[in-house]
């Protein structure tokens, strides 16, 4: 059910701040439960999502929960596919923000029968996040620790998209620990030659690196890291250490 | 080149954009090879800069301009897209934003897309996610002017700048100074 002409209203005056958030949040956690096993309420928090004003708040937890515990996504410890298409829709139609990423991940941890591409899903919602615009902020960065931390089974795909994270942010005003958090996965990732085929994960960051048009903190901490526990690295990478010396003062 | 930004602005409407960094996403259904380009106008005016396919500029020392050729998947192109990010614009003045078709502009000639109603579609995404549409004419020509951005003013919860969408603007690249002599060939 599409945003009404009210709602639409809201959405706008929030987006164009005549409209005070943290009033209009508070108004929205005073909402009965059951308004989450309404679609059109679930499209106005993903709405408000989309406009990055959701994510900062304290209110995103609470909405986050509530959501994942009174849509009736959740049959028993099984996901219900009709969760997929909606979250799908509603940031095709309106964008993503971090209530979106939280809500999944929350899915996530509770639903433990999910399907196969359950991982794919998760992962396409948080790359499909950062398209070179969206700096990495304290919030979303404690919600993508969340999700690598929770993962039992890392893939080359999660190296992937950490990769692409960084990539995408670079030049943003990233949240401090941002950079650690990348080179400590970056570097863990090598030594426990993590994937399938021995070695792909290190010829993947390696490449990633090489290609790098300009070296971030990130990357070279990554770097420093990766030297300092003995993996072998490609000269022209240790190079872009001794090359950036001034940018890496003070890191350390 | 000054000049010229000045008789623009009468042709303009205007939309609000917010933040700093934006996200302009061209789709085609020609064949033809288009472009996105973006003209940064420094705010000491001496330092300008065309950031497109052959000079993209760097992400830590804006401006910076990511294109993207993606196909449909199907690997027959039925779609083309490409989108170029414009991150921190408050460095600049201004920044025009450009398309045009890379052959027409070398041969000099004029552009099928800009005559073809409906033959592709440009819009701008703001930092919440705010989607403009823009609604190029049909017009002759092949390069077309299809945005302004330019710093309105700076509010306490992130820089505020307006998108000044061209209504009817068009001229071959040759009447921008400098620029024709830049394009280099396809990747």
New interface residues.
């Given amino acids: 059910m599409p945003l009404n002409a009210t709602q639409s209203e809201y959405l706008e005056a929030l ?3 005549t409209m005070d958030t943290t009033s209009v949040l508070n108004e929205l956690g005073q909402v009965d439960l059951a308004a989450y096993a309404n679609a059109n309420f679930r499209e106005l928090l993903f709405a408000i999502d ?4 959701l994510g900062g708040n304290e209110w995103v937890v609470t909405f986050a929960q509530n959501l994942v515990d009174h849509t009736g996504w959740l049959v028993g410890d099984a996901l219900d596919p009709a969760a997929y298409a909606e979250i799908g829709q509603l940031h095709e139609e ?4 971090d209530y979106g990423i939280r809500v999944v991940l929350d899915l996530t941890e509770k639903a433990t029968n999910r399907p196969n591409n359950h991982l794919s899903f998760v992962r396409r919602t948080i790359r499909e996040s950062f ?4 700096p990495m902020s304290e919030q979303l960065l404690f919600t993508i620790k969340r999700y690598y931390e929770s993962l039992s089974d890392r893939s080359l795909q999660d190296v992937q998209l950490l990769l692409h994270i960084q990539e995408e942010t ?3 005003d990233n949240a401090i620990g941002f950079d650690r958090f990348f080179a400590k996965h970056v570097e863990k990732a090598v030594r426990d030659d993590i994937g399938y085929g021995k070695g792909r994960v290190k010829a993947l960051i390696n490449t990633a690196l090489l290609d790098s ?2 070296v ?1 903190s990130a990357e070279c901490l990554a770097i420093k890291l990766l030297k300092d526990s003995g993996v072998s690295l490609d000269a022209d990478l240790l190079s872009r250490i001794d090359t950036s010396r001034d940018r890496l003062m003070g890191m350390y | 080149m000054g000049r010229q930004i000045t008789n623009l602005d009468n042709r303009f409407s205007q939309a609000d954009l917010w933040g700093n960094s934006f996200i302009v996403d061209l789709e085609w259904t020609l064949s033809d090879d288009l472009d996105l380009a973006a003209l940064c106008i420094s705010k000491e005016g001496n330092n300008n800069s065309l950031i497109y396919h052959g000079s993209v500029g760097k992400r830590a020392a804006p401006p910076y301009v990511h294109l993207a050729h993606e196909s449909d998947g199907d690997g027959r192109m039925k779609l083309r897209r490409e989108h170029l990010v414009i991150t921190r614009s408050n460095a600049n003045s201004a920044i025009l934003v450009f398309v045009w078709d890379h052959a027409a502009v070398a041969s000099g000639s004029w552009a099928e897309f800009l005559r073809k109603q409906g033959s592709y579609s440009i819009s701008i995404t703001d930092q919440r996610n705010h989607r403009i549409q823009l609604h190029p004419p049909v017009v002759a020509g092949n390069c077309l002017l299809v945005a302004q951005i330019r710093d309105s003013h700076v509010s306490s919860c992130g820089r505020a700048t307006t998108v000044e969408e061209a209504s009817h603007l068009s001229w071959h690249l040759a009447d921008l100074a400098g620029v024709k002599a830049e394009i280099q060939p396809c990747r």
């Fill in positions: 987006r164009s701040g989309a406009t990055n004003l309106y964008g993503r923000g398209r070179g615009i969206r670079k030049g943003l048009d300009e971030t």
